[in-house]
C-alpha cells in the first residue's frame, strides 16, 4: 500500500513572545484550527533545523527538512538558486546572490528595493550587464529583487552578509570581506552610480514606492551537488514554492517542480493555487512539499499583524484542504514545519528549534496540545540533527 506524504512549510513562522499580541508568539495569535488539529491529533516537537555554528538561512534550514545534512551538502545559497535558473557553472566558477536593495541614511532600509516587480528588476539587471558585465562577469535575471552574478576566472574567500538579517544597520559594517572583497565593494559602489537617477527609480520616487539604491553581492559559493530523494528513500516527489531557493533545491534533489500562477514569494501569493496544485499532485507522486514565503517576508518587514494574517491563510487556504484531502488516501501522513525562526523584533533569522506537527497513519497523539513553540518543547520530542527529520516523519 502507497503511503502518500504531504509536507507544508510556512517559512520563518516561528517567532519569540510579542508584547502587543499579550506575550503570545505570533503562531500562538493566529487562529490555525487546521495546524492545531494536526498537533492534537498527531505528535509535535522542536527541530533543529540549522546546525550550531551555521548561519541561519534558508538554504540550510530547507536542506536539513529534505533530510540532507547541510554539513555534508551546502556549498552557498547562490549556487542552489543558479540551478533553479538552469545557469551551467564550471567547476571554477563563482556565483553570488545579487539582491537590489534600498540604502537610507547609509544604512540597510529595505532587502527587497520595496518588493520591486520582476519587470522592473529585469530592466535594472539588463542594463547591469550591459555597463558592467564582460566575459568574467555575467547577470542573470532571477524574481523580484533575487538575482544572481557569476564570476570566471576569479578567486574568492569572502565574508558576505544577507542582507534581510541587517534592517537598519550602517552598510559600513557589513560590507564584504577578505580575498577578492575589493571587486565586489567596486561592483556595489558602480551599481549605485548606474541606479541614481534611473528612469525606474523616478517613476518609484513618484509613486511613494522604495527606491533601488544598489545591488548587493552575497551567499557565495560554487557549484551544488546533491544526491538524489527517490534513492535516499525510495519515495518520488513534487515541489510547489514561489522562490528560486526551494525551486534550486528541488531540482538537486530529484523532485519535480510544479508551477502556479500568481505564486509570488509574498503576502499576496496565491494560496488557494498552491493547495489545488498540491491535491492534484498526491495523485501522482508519492510526496509533495509546500512552501510558503510570505510569513518570513512580514517578518523581515517587521510587521507583526501581516505575519499572522499570512499565517492564518496558510492554515486556510493550504493546510485545511491539503489535510482534508489527504484523507482520502487508505495511507497518508502530513508534516507542518518552520524552516527557522525569523523574529518580528529584529527582522531577522535566529538558528533556534523550531517547532513541528505531523500527524497520520500509526502517528499516536502523545500530548494533544494546540500547534506553538512552546507546547512544541512540551512533548519531550526533540530532533537535534535536523536532517533526521524526514526520516521519521516518513518512516517512524
Avoid at 206 to 216: A, C, R, T, Y
Avoid at 220 to 242: C, L, N, P, V, Y
Wanted: charged share 25%; glycine share 8%; hydrophobic share 40%.
Amino acid at each position: 500500500m502507497t503511503t502518500k506524504y504531504a509536507i507544508i512549510i510556512p517559512d520563518g513562522a516561528a517567532d519569540e513572545p510579542i508584547e502587543r499580541f499579550g506575550n503570545k508568539t505570533v503562531l500562538e495569535a493566529a487562529e490555525t484550527p487546521n495546524m492545531d488539529k494536526i498537533s492534537t491529533l498527531g505528535r509535535q516537537g522542536i527541530v533543529r533545523t540549522v546546525p550550531i555554528d551555521m548561519e541561519p538561512g534558508s538554504d540550510v534550514a530547507q536542506m536539513s527538512l529534505l533530510g540532507y545534512d547541510p554539513l555534508r551538502y551546502y556549498s552557498g545559497r547562490a549556487p542552489i538558486e543558479a540551478e533553479a535558473r538552469n545557469i551551467k557553472l564550471s567547476a571554477t566558477d563563482w556565483v553570488f546572490r545579487c539582491n537590489l536593495i534600498t540604502i537610507a541614511d547609509g544604512k540597510m532600509a529595505d532587502h527587497s528595493a520595496g518588493h520591486i516587480s520582476t519587470k522592473e528588476a529585469g530592466t535594472l539587471i539588463e542594463e547591469l550587464q550591459s555597463r558592467l558585465g564582460d566575459n568574467q562577469l555575467c547577470f542573470y535575471t532571477g524574481v523580484s529583487y533575487r538575482h544572481l552574478a557569476v564570476f570566471k576566472e576569479r578567486d574568492f574567500d569572502v565574508q558576505t552578509y544577507p542582507p534581510h538579517d541587517y534592517i537598519g544597520k550602517p552598510i559600513e559594517k557589513i560590507l564584504p570581506r577578505g580575498k577578492g572583497s575589493e571587486i565586489l565593494i567596486d561592483l556595489m559602489a558602480r551599481s549605485q552610480q548606474l541606479f541614481r537617477n534611473h528612469d525606474i527609480n523616478q517613476v518609484r520616487y513618484d509613486l511613494g514606492e522604495n527606491q533601488v539604491s544598489s545591488i548587493w553581492l552575497w551567499g557565495q559559493g560554487k557549484r551544488a551537488q546533491m544526491d538524489s530523494f527517490e534513492k535516499k528513500f525510495g519515495i518520488r516527489g513534487a515541489a510547489i514554492t514561489a522562490v528560486d531557493l526551494v525551486r534550486g533545491l528541488s531540482k538537486l534533489i530529484g523532485f519535480d517542480l510544479i508551477e502556479v500562477p500568481g505564486a509570488t514569494g509574498f503576502i499576496d501569493t496565491n494560496y488557494q493555487g498552491k493547495a489545488s496544485a498540491a491535491i492534484e499532485a498526491l495523485h501522482k507522486y508519492d510526496l509533495v512539499f509546500v512552501h510558503i514565503e510570505a510569513p518570513d517576508e512580514a517578518s523581515h518587514e517587521g510587521n507583526a499583524e501581516l505575519k499572522k494574517k499570512a499565517i492564518e491563510q496558510i492554515d486556510k487556504y493550504i493546510v485545511g484542504p491539503v489535510f482534508e484531502a489527504l484523507q482520502n488516501y487508505k495511507s497518508w501522513r502530513i508534516l507542518i514545519a518552520p524552516d527557522h525562526p525569523t523574529p518580528v523584533r529584529n527582522c531577522a533569522h535566529s538558528s533556534e528549534p523550531v517547532p513541528f506537527a505531523m500527524a497520520g497513519d500509526n502517528i499516536k497523539s502523545v500530548l494533544p496540545l494546540t500547534f506553538s513553540e512552546a507546547n512544541a518543547a512540551k512533548s519531550g520530542l526533540k530532533i537535534n540533527n535536523g536532517f533526521e527529520i524526514m526520516e521519521y516523519f516518513l518512516k517512524s
